[in-house]
């Protein structure tokens, strides 16, 4: 039958008029069907078409050519190498290149010296980026929950452009969110004197001694200093806040604390017993301009009686308002923000200049690019009817035209120029103005800081990107990256809510009993575990690969207690080295991971091994078909109760089901030691539960152990496709598409030449070509 397919797809060719012959029908006949022959055609060709797929089941070879939907199903599981079967004869590494590469340059089309960079769909703020920019723009923390509906989500994330709509009932909580928040930011000001606040933890002893004003104790005399910069001289009033801990019953412990201000004694106040949270004392001292040393001395006057406990004083802070002359008055730092001149002038003109750059400096900010003079006149126009009104208030008159700059498509949507909008086939860099929003939104979920709006205003962004990624994920603000990308990807935002029942699963029949070993100190700090884990990868720029070989984790006292490893005391997470007999390790074994993939009363092996193709490996099983029975339709009839692996067997002995559990069932079966609520087991109802199984791909192991190790060496090339993808997917707003193979494949040869560390798959996404060209709408 082979033969004869290729003798009358040549009788067509011959067929044709002169010259017709496609170089590329040559090319097929003589480089891919040889490989298709070989490794393809006994399962999916002479009459055979297992899995539905038949790929000689066409009426000419040029329409074969152009099935991309064909092309694309070979391509896909030649590089995951799903097929051929584990079980078949392999292609070489060659060969799998050669004809992944002829269907990536023939049938797709595509260049990998100039990589279509895709389009994305103009989307609106999340609520997540909504809140950040309002934070990190008016300094406002401003409830996105109560304010806006939740957002859809697309492939897996809510940064994704098509499912960022906004409605006419979405567009009136926008408006009534503007106006809240403008309450709040431009709320009218009195200037004040200066105030310089030193906390406790700044006052500090000097080395060796480690102690600092947040705990000195009485039976020790110490001295805390701190230097701290006076711009004006003058009389300033120093108030010291404190309070006495240690005992909650009164004793006769005392003590005495003197206040030094450049090395003179200016004040010395008693201590003793005290059950309140803030006490204060004050005086009033000369400072001088330029540094001014305050320190706090302490010394012990009586000791307590037998019985009674010792003593601390904790300073909250020490304040210094001054010069008290009145001749210096500031407004409160949030009030610069807006009003960086500090209060209105008084002449008319000369305030309405002021609301002008005022405007103009908070529409630069807030729409991401410099405001065009059309649009500020707009907003001046706001201003001025608002001013005109009778007992007008400079800041609210301001506020008025904010309202408009907050709810505005300019603000509350993430546009990028495009030359010509309309022609797919217009390629070109997005301007820095949209290369630093897409970087401060991919890292920081929020607007650009000054640093990065500066250079994009002087050109200078691209040739300074690398420093400000690194800049940039030094930040604390980058842990809204890992929040944000890691809640979704690992689905961590889900394990504080997630339906799952401790009482049924831990067979604790008392509600309170169960939720003690399983409640909200435990999800919260399970789904820490699994950020700052990534975090820490981030932060060291260690490679991903410690997501299945780390020996370390993220944990408190709560949760290591539930993990039953000892030593670690404390509510606060921290890295702790897991004890060589562990059963934990990598984030296969993390209570996060293991707690969302689980029903509410039991665990689930598909849900759990379809997280692993999906989110690791990227070789998602097709969806399940209608009407599946359910798993526990496995033990009806049975005699005995049955394990989990035994309703598995039975339950895919349909013809039904046997295709896609044989991808997934083993996976989930690895982590069949872990309960729902990711608590370690050696057995079910009493039978040892067995954790071997094989991948799809042919590897064979017995523990989850095993399967990292797997994951961390023979499937590592799919697992650095799978982050890349998933993070680029996060980064642009959009789903990868065929047309991102030459972009996935740079970035994951890049991750494989540098050992999988994290920074340098980011800064391979923000080098990328999608991340930063852009080409029109429509289809090329």
């Not at 523990?703 to 996060?730: H, W």
Request: proline fraction near 6%.
């Amino acid at each position: 039958m082979r033969k004869i397919i290729v003798c009358l797809t040549g009788l067509w060719m011959l067929a044709l008029p002169a010259g017709a012959a496609a170089p590329l029908e040559e090319d097929f006949r003589k480089t891919v069907e040889p490989l298709l022959s070989t490794y393809c055609y006994d399962c999916h060709a002479d009459g055979v078409d297992k899995g539905d797929f038949s790929m000689d089941s066409y009426e000419s070879l040029s329409a074969h050519l152009e099935d991309r939907e064909m092309w694309l199903r070979v391509w896909d599981n030649l590089r995951s190498h799903l097929m051929p079967p584990a079980d078949k004869e392999q292609p070489l590494d060659a060969e799998r290149a050669k004809l992944a590469g002829w269907i990536e340059r023939n049938v797709f089309k595509l260049d990998p010296e100039n990589p279509d960079p895709g389009r994305v769909t103009i989307r609106r703020m999340n609520r997540q980026e909504y809140r950040n920019t309002i934070k990190d723009l008016l300094g406002v923390e401003f409830n996105v929950d109560d304010a806006l509906p939740p957002d859809d989500t697309g492939y897996g994330f809510d940064t994704i452009g098509d499912v960022l709509s906004i409605s006419p009932m979405l567009m009136e909580k926008y408006l009534d969110a503007a106006r809240k928040i403008v309450e709040v930011a431009v709320k009218p000001h009195k200037a004040e004197l200066p105030k310089i606040v030193i906390s406790g933890d700044e006052l500090k002893a000097p080395a060796p001694l480690k102690k600092t004003g947040k705990g000195l104790p009485f039976n020790q005399p110490t001295e805390v200093t701190k230097k701290k910069v006076v711009e004006h001289a003058g009389e300033y009033q120093v108030t010291v806040d404190y309070q006495t801990t240690g005992s909650e019953e009164a004793t006769s412990h005392a003590a005495t604390v003197g206040l030094k201000v450049n090395g003179q004694e200016v004040d010395v106040e008693s201590l003793g017993w005290d059950n309140r949270n803030s006490v204060k004392f004050s005086t009033k001292v000369k400072l001088t301009e330029g540094e001014n040393r305050i320190a706090l001395v302490t010394k012990e006057t009586e000791k307590p009686l037998e019985g009674e406990n010792s003593l601390t004083l904790v300073v909250n802070r020490v304040t210094m308002t001054g010069p008290l002359d009145g001749r210096v008055k500031v407004y409160p730092k949030d009030y610069y923000r807006v009003f960086y001149k500090g209060g209105a002038p008084k002449e008319p003109a000369e305030r309405e200049a002021y609301a002008r750059d005022i405007l103009r400096r908070i529409a630069d900010r807030a729409f991401r690019r410099p405001v065009d003079e059309a649009t500020l006149d707009r907003l001046m126009v706001l201003y001025g009817g608002a001013a005109k009104e009778p007992k007008t208030v400079f800041e609210e008159d301001v506020g008025y035209a904010m309202t408009a700059v907050l709810a505005s498509p300019k603000f509350l949507f993430r546009a990028e120029i495009q030359p010509e909008p309309n022609n797919p086939a217009k390629v070109v860099p997005v301007d820095e103005f949209a290369l630093a929003s897409r970087l401060s939104y991919f890292l920081w979920s929020s607007l650009p800081d000054a640093e990065l709006y500066e250079l994009a205003e002087a050109g200078e962004l691209r040739a300074n990107l690398a420093d400000q990624v690194d800049r940039m994920l030094d930040d604390p603000k980058s842990m809204r990256f890992v929040e944000d990308f890691v809640g979704q990807w690992l689905q961590t935002r889900d394990v504080p809510g997630i339906n799952v029942d401790p009482r049924r699963v831990l067979g604790i029949r008392d509600l309170v009993d169960a939720f003690k070993v399983f409640g909200a100190k435990q999800r919260r700090a399970m789904k820490l575990e699994t950020e700052l884990f990534f975090a820490n990868l981030v932060k060291e720029n260690r490679s991903a690969l410690e997501m299945f070989t780390a020996d370390y984790s993220y944990l408190n006292e709560a949760l290591a207690e539930y993990y039953g490893i000892e030593g670690v005391k404390g509510d606060v997470m921290r890295k702790v080295s897991l004890p060589k007999d562990s059963h934990r390790g990598g984030v296969l074994t993390h209570g996060s991971l293991l707690v969302v993939t689980s029903n509410p009363t039991r665990t689930s092996p598909v849900k759990r091994g379809l997280f692993v193709l999906e989110n690791l490996l990227d070789t998602p099983a097709p969806p399940a078909p209608p009407n599946v029975p359910a798993l526990e339709d496995a033990k009806k009839g049975a005699k005995k109760k049955m394990t989990m692996r035994e309703m598995m067997v039975v339950h895919r002995e349909k013809a039904l089901c046997a295709s896609c559990h044989a991808r997934m069932d083993d996976l989930g079966l690895a982590l069949e030691n872990f309960n729902a609520v990711g608590m370690f087991r050696e057995d079910e109802g009493g039978e040892k539960i067995d954790t071997a199984g094989r991948l799809i791909t042919g590897e064979k192991f017995s523990t989850v152990a095993e399967l990292n190790q797997i994951l961390a060496t023979s499937r590592r090339a799919d697992f650095y496709r799978c982050i890349t993808s998933k993070m680029l997917t996060y980064a642009l707003g959009r789903g990868t598409e065929y047309f991102d193979a030459p972009t996935i494949d740079h970035i994951s040869a890049e991750l494989e030449k540098n050992g999988g560390k994290l920074r340098t798959l980011i800064h391979g996404i923000v080098q990328s070509v999608p991340f930063q060209k852009r080409r029109g709408d429509g289809a090329l």
